[in-house]
């Protein structure tokens, strides 16, 4: 499908993700989305003791069937693990980490789900690799249907409205392309723009496209809102009303935010949640990041596993209790975020989180000044890379750090090399290095990203 998009022509590629999301519509909003969001809408203002009731008889639910029925946890937890997790005891269990999961992700999968009525999806990677997640149509339902009524809502808008998005999809397959860079689902009124021909000189373009499809709010990569923002500053350019931007995937900081606001001319939200849709977390209309307990049990812990106190950093893990066909339980995300004890304005009992740390990514840049951010992507479909590092060391060279896996050839050595040229051009040297390890931080992560390339914010 892919190749077959990347051949079209421009008026075919936008009736392809128009046909596209004639069954994404489907998928998303169809069948049990109205009740989920019915449900969601219910339990926002639940009190403390509703919320602490609600988690701890699905969290029972959860794992005693991960005990019996899903082959993982079956086959590594212990004897008195499953006694635990049989009697709802989460602190009891061992911590999960990515590795198994991104190794053999049907092994998460409980033992009744029917092949058929399950869906694949590749995470972007973030840590290097994709893990593959899989769902049913309800659970994906499900996962619209939180973020309709605690993002969407919130901030004052909906997936119903016409709206524009940055996300990791190859939207414009031609690095030199003079435009449009972006296209348009028609059956939602959805504007995707492409992450990868960001730079001064098209900020025009993508200004453009708000008013040509009358687009009332954006979702999507904040890093790349706010490169937007700066040029959209920079260059005087107006933007027509917006409600909203809701930003995903990386953190939003103060100054962002800032720049932001002045150049959409609206207010800001921000998002925190994962592909693998083990937590979620949206800013309420008093700027307090809450975190959704019918979505995930979030844990921040210390080094030692004990609970964080209130502001103290931790590492973030968390059970998911929305997606119970491949439960991830106790996972560690590799993130780091510290609780907030103080109550909200808005009234919700939701846990507050004051702060989510380390999820920027560095951004690349092209020669003619284009930046882009989500590079990891190129790693998304490579089957012989176990772990992957973009390095940019100079406007024209970039080092790809690859750990290859059984199968690697020449020929997955120039598809990642193809793949980087489709989005930086030609202009640029790039080097791939085989090497047994990624270099690791202390806190046991590497980043995706590096970039030795000084960008002005």
Known sequence: MDRIYNRAPLAAQNALVSAYGVYWKWLRFGGSFSASLAAYRARERYSPEQWAAWQAERLRE????????????????????????????????????????????????????????????????????????????????????????????????????????????????????????????????????????????????????????????????????????RFILEQGLRVPPLKAVVTTSEKLTPEMRAVMEQAYGCRIYEEYSTVENALFASECEHGRLHVSPDVGAVEILRP??????????????????????????????????????????????????????????????????????????????????????IIQERLDLIRVLVVPAAGFTPDDERDIVARMRQRLGNDVQIAVEQVAQIPRTRAGKFQAVISKVTVQH
């Open 304 to 389: 030692d596993g004990t609970p964080c106190l209130p502001g103290e950093p931790g590492e973030v893990v968390t059970t998911c209790l929305m997606r119970s066909h491949q439960p991830l339980i106790r996972y560690r995300l590799g993130d780091v975020a510290a609780w907030d004890d103080q109550p909200c304005p808005c009234g919700r009992s939701m846990p507050v989180l004051r702060e989510v740390i380390g999820r920027i990514e560095d951004v690349v840049v092209g020669p003619d000044g284009r930046q882009m951010v989500r590079f990891h992507g190129i790693f998304t479909g490579q089957p012989h890379v176990r772990e992957g590092q």
């Open 62 to 229: 959860l794992l005693t069937l991960a005990a019996g029925h899903v082959p993982y946890y079956r086959d590594t937890w212990s004897a008195a693990q499953k006694q635990a997790a049989r009697a709802g005891d989460l602190a009891s269990l061992p911590l999960l980490e990515k590795d198994p999961l991104r190794a053999d992700p049907c092994q998460f999968v409980r033992e009744d789900a029917h092949p058929l009525h399950l869906k694949h999806f590749l995470t972007s990677g973030s840590t290097g690799t994709p893990i593959e997640t899989i769902w049913t149509v309800s659970e994906l339902r499900d996962s619209l249907a939180v973020r309709e009524a605690r993002s969407a809502n919130w901030a004052g808008t909906s997936f119903r409205l016409p709206r524009a998005t940055f996300s990791g999809r190859m939207v414009e397959p031609d690095p030199a392309s003079r435009g449009p860079f972006h296209r348009f689902n028609a059956a939602e009124r959805q504007v995707y723009y492409s992450a990868f021909h960001l730079r001064p000189d098209t900020a025009v373009r993508y200004v453009d496209a708000l008013r040509q499809h009358r687009v009332e709010w954006m979702t999507g990569y904040a890093v790349s809102f706010y490169l937007l923002a």
